[in-house]
């Protein structure tokens, strides 16, 4: 049941995202300045595809850069001036946390095939923006998973439907891949002082979060949040559905 009560959730407007890119690369690119201010702690995000090595080697500082690889991509390879030399498996994610600096390479493990990830950007706390950089592989085997009534819920990062990630992170994120069948309901509740951002790569998707109901299509987004209180978001599906439920503390710019 909905608590009507929350008359503080604020939410920005359900924006779709543009797809920008060429024969090697494309991606749906998401930008904080669309979203009201509720898109932090994300920076931004693309859900790209790529065949080639795209970007080569380049630096990131004072934010964190997390490659997640959805179950219809080829693994892809990352180096990094950490040393780290490791292979990203289908399914998996990792979190290159930039802290002072970092220069990293990601690239497909094999020629030719085809990556298909988010790659999502998150702040990171005035405070350590400035220490050394770390890398987490969190491997898709250590993801915590369920399938229940035509809900596929799976924990990348964080807790949900009972379920943790007990992988340690820099920053406490929560990270929902989801698919909900057509007809089907997933519920979630997001803490108080938490923003969260829906992303629907597919399919048609109701949402009621407080006392405020709204639809979304195929490559829309939305961010939600800063409510004085935990907030239960429901996820009803008019067609199959393919989503992520990304949510976190804001940071408060230095």
């Given at each position: 049941?909905?608590?009507?009560?929350?008359?503080?959730?604020?939410?920005?407007?359900?924006v779709e995202l543009a797809q920008t890119g060429n024969a090697s690369f494309t991606a749906f690119r998401a930008n904080r300045t669309e979203y009201a201010g509720l898109l932090?702690?994300?920076?931004g995000f693309?859900?790209?595809?790529?065949?080639?090595?795209?970007?080569?080697?380049?630096?990131?500082?004072?934010?964190?850069?997390?490659?997640?690889l959805f179950d219809d991509s080829a693994p892809y390879?990352?180096?990094?001036?950490?040393?780290?030399?490791l292979t990203i498996t289908t399914g998996s994610l990792l979190w290159t946390w930039a802290g002072s600096g970092v220069t990293?390479?990601?690239?497909?493990?094999?020629?030719?095939t085809k990556i298909h990830g988010l790659q999502l950007f998150l702040e990171i706390p005035a405070e350590t923006r400035n220490l050394p950089p770390k890398s987490i592989l969190i491997p898709a085997e250590q993801m915590p998973k369920k399938?229940?009534?035509?809900?596929?819920?799976?924990?990348?990062?964080?807790?949900?439907?009972?379920?943790v990630n007990e992988t340690p992170t820099p920053e406490r994120i929560t990270f929902l891949d989801m698919n909900i069948a057509a007809g089907k309901t997933f519920s979630?509740?997001?803490?108080?002082?938490?923003?969260?951002?829906?992303?629907?790569?597919?399919?048609?998707?109701?949402?009621?979060?407080?006392?405020?109901?709204?639809?979304?299509?195929?490559?829309e987004t939305v961010a939600i949040g800063l409510?004085?209180?935990?907030?239960?978001?429901?996820?009803?599906?008019?067609?199959?559905?393919?989503?992520l439920f990304i949510s976190g503390v804001p940071v408060v710019s230095a």
């Open positions: 049941m909905l608590n009507v009560m929350l008359s503080d959730l604020k939410r920005s407007r359900i932090s702690p994300i920076m693309d859900d790209f595809r790529l065949s080639s090595d795209v970007f080569g080697p380049h630096q990131h500082r004072h934010m964190s850069a997390l490659s997640y390879h990352n180096q990094d001036s950490m040393g780290t030399d990293h390479h990601e690239y497909p493990e094999t020629a030719n399938e229940v009534d035509g809900v596929k819920v799976k924990v990348v990062l964080g807790s949900a439907a009972g379920m979630h509740q997001l803490p108080a002082g938490w923003n969260g951002t829906i992303y629907l790569l597919s399919g048609s998707l109701h949402v009621e979060a407080s006392s405020e109901g709204f639809s979304m299509d195929g490559h409510s004085a209180e935990d907030t239960q978001i429901v996820l009803r599906a008019y067609t199959d559905c393919h989503l």
